[in-house]
T-cell receptor, first 115, second 112 residues
Framework: GAGVSQSPSNKVTEKGKDVELRCDPI?????LYWYRQSLGQGLEFLIY????????KSGLPSDRFSAERTGGSVSTLTIQRTQQEDSAVYLC?????????????FGPGTRLTVT | SQQGEEDPQALSIQEGENATMNCSYKTSINNLQWYRQNSGRGLVHLILIRSNEREKHSGRLRVTLDTSKKSSSLLITASRAADTASYFC????????????FGQGTELSVKP
């Protein structure tokens, strides 16, 4: 079946603009995660959705970042008033139900460049 | 701060040789996972070892876990040029759901 997909694959935006990044998880995977990868910070956890539970937002770096997951499937990560330090590859992953102790399947990522 | 610290940061070997990468972590874990990344994009899961396991094998991969030392190692035997990639360890902490905390990674180069 299809893997995790993300769109767009690349996004260039001007400082101060808002951006939306989309993630389509593997069908049937109720756990969904967002991470970002940058040269200076490595791979960082951002937010985690599990079923109908309240999301774990502990990794979001500022209140400019938010994410939602509609219908338990597709997720959108929104960055408001983008800054140059937001430039990174944003990776989405999903895993089988329960999420605890299970391997995560990653999408190809969205490379965000803020100019 | 990152949970996992990996060494070496970079490793260059010849095809056919074995490659060993090490990972250390700070707090108690539920499990530890290893991932591979090619060309700075999507990660591919390699192997998961639970906190009550000491060793696990998958093909040419061998992972060990020492919870008393809070460390793990990934051994790739008989390496191939196609193994050239970045390798990351990631820990899943107790009572933290499934989120993973990644190490900084080891960049492996296998020369033909």
């Amino acid at each position: 079946g299809a893997g995790v997909s993300q769109s767009p694959s690349n996004k260039v935006t001007e400082k101060g603009k808002d951006v939306e990044l989309r993630c389509d998880p593997i069908s049937g995977h109720t756990a969904l995660y967002w991470y970002r990868q940058s040269l200076g910070q490595g791979l960082e956890f951002l937010i985690y959705f599990q079923g109908n539970s309240a999301p774990d937002k502990s990794g979001l770096p500022s209140d400019r970042f938010s994410a939602e997951r509609t219908g338990g499937s597709v997720s959108t990560l929104t960055i408001q008033r983008t800054q140059q330090e937001d430039s990174a590859v944003y990776l989405c992953a999903s895993s089988v139900p329960s999420g605890q102790g299970y391997e995560q399947y990653f999408g190809p990522g969205t490379r965000l460049t803020v100019t | 701060s990152q949970q996992g610290e990996e060494d070496p940061q970079a490793l260059s070997i010849q095809e056919g040789e074995n490659a060993t990468m090490n990972c250390s972590y700070k707090t108690s874990i539920n499990n530890l996972q290893w991932y591979r990344q090619n060309s700075g994009r999507g990660l591919v899961h390699l192997i998961l070892i639970r906190s009550n396991e000491r060793e696990k094998h998958s093909g040419r991969l061998r992972v060990t876990l020492d919870t008393s030392k809070k460390s793990s190692s990934l051994l790739i035997t008989a390496s191939r040029a196609a193994d050239t990639a970045s390798y990351f360890c990631a820990t899943a902490l107790y009572n933290q759901g499934g989120k993973l905390i990644f190490g900084q990674g080891t960049e492996l180069s296998v020369k033909p």
